[in-house]
């Protein structure tokens, strides 16, 4: 019987499992294990309209803490970090020595930003994934700083060095990678988004890495004056934000027995263990679609991927049975200048790429990506409509040669 | 049921069109459409869906 449920972690993953399990009819008790003490809140907007200033935290909390919601879902928030799991007992322990007992139990830790080396407590130096994290940056974005250095190229960093310009702010973007993105969407495309940039007044460093900080003051009280980069130049600045990808939350599970590797490894109806599932960016599952196993730090999947372990609890609490695979086509957006990217499936650089419409040129296109003969994703940039009428060749599959015409038909 | 949808929260990225392409329609002008303001009954899960997953929290449902 599934009669207590633990929620790790109360934001877009955990709450959405909450009112799953809710809109479900679990009547049982919903215990919210949340490190953070405000109201939980959306990520996307701390790198675009709250870091711009155009909106306030009030406007981005998320519908399921709003009181009226909150108060129907009827749940038991406890403020605090969890530090352990004890799997025999079925506790999850808490910093302050607090256990709570659950039957089923939902992981939703989410992930952590990486830094650099001699990062510390240097003052001016930021990363950006809590409301905290954006209000104490937009505070010295709001202070005209000479110039801002933002170090890493891909989504939240190019977002932060576009909001940046929107302030008209001075910015360098540093990217140890030949394109923004190589990695993900190629060169071809990297090279779009490195114009895209540049057109906007973006100092852009590509190929170079970081090498270390210029500060001034004593001890504790230290500043970043600057950036020096492997090229052996020295960028001036008062701002620094680092956007090196994220490393997810699975410290506090080290020594349970979950197997962890990148992520909470799961199977394929999100479990790590009985009756305990992952959700969002913390869950690494194995992917028939796209084989192998995939980790995704999408807000979309945040949302889909706890609908679906909620739903995998409440079925079969306890035993390996019952449940449908979580397999889904990803889908993403960056907001980026007055650009809008989206891509739904996955890519890498070694993809077959075909643009179905527009053009690089233009900034407005559709391009397909292509693996072992099938199409495997879609990627538009300010073509919202077409990313989603192409997903569906994704979600089939579709060979290549007949994705390619089945697309152009569909765009035309 | 009514559907309703805050132009000025939409940013027209189509997450709607995806899952109720009766109702929603994000147009060549980039604007989204709402095809069908008072959709048959059966439709409510996947315009509920739509509320849930539209990630400017634009559209919501009215009873009327
Ligand atoms: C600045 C920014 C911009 C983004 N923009 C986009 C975008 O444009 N498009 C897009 O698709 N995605 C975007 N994302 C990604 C999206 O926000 C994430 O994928 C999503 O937030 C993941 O949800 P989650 O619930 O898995 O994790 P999180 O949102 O990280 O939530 C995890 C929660 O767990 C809590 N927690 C962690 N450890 C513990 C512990 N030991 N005990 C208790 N609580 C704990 C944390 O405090 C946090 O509240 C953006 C993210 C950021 C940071
Ligand atoms: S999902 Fe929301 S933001 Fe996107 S087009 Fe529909 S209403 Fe607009």
Known sequence: MLGTVAIVGGSLGGLTAAETLRSEGFGGRIIVIEAESVTPYDRPPLSKQVLAGDWEPDRIVLPAARPERLAELDLEWKTGHAVGLDLADRMVGLGDGQRVGFDGLILATGATPRVLPGMGDLSGVHVLRTLQDCLVLRAELDASPSRVVVIGAGFIGSEVAATCRARGLSVTLVEALATPLERVLGSALGTVLADLHRDHGVDLRLGVGFAGFETSGEGGDQRVTGVRLSDGSLVPCDVVVVGIGVTPNTGWLAGSGLDLNDGVVVDDRLRAAPGVVAVGDLARWPSARFGGSMRVEHWENAIQSAEHAARTLMVAPESGAGGEAYDPVPWFWSDQYDRKIQLAGTCRPDDAIEIVEGSLDERRFVALFGREDRVVGVLGMNRPRHVMQLRVLVEEGEAWDAGLARARALVS | ?64
């Open chain 2, 1 to 64: 049921m009514r559907v309703v949808v805050d132009f000025d929260l939409c940013e027209s990225n189509a997450v709607c069109m995806g899952i109720a392409p009766e109702v929603f329609e994000v147009r060549d002008d980039d604007f989204l459409y709402i095809l069908d303001e008072h959709p048959p009954e059966e439709l409510r899960p996947k315009i509920e869906e739509a509320v849930r997953r539209c990630p400017k929290q634009a559209i919501s449902i009215a009873e009327d």
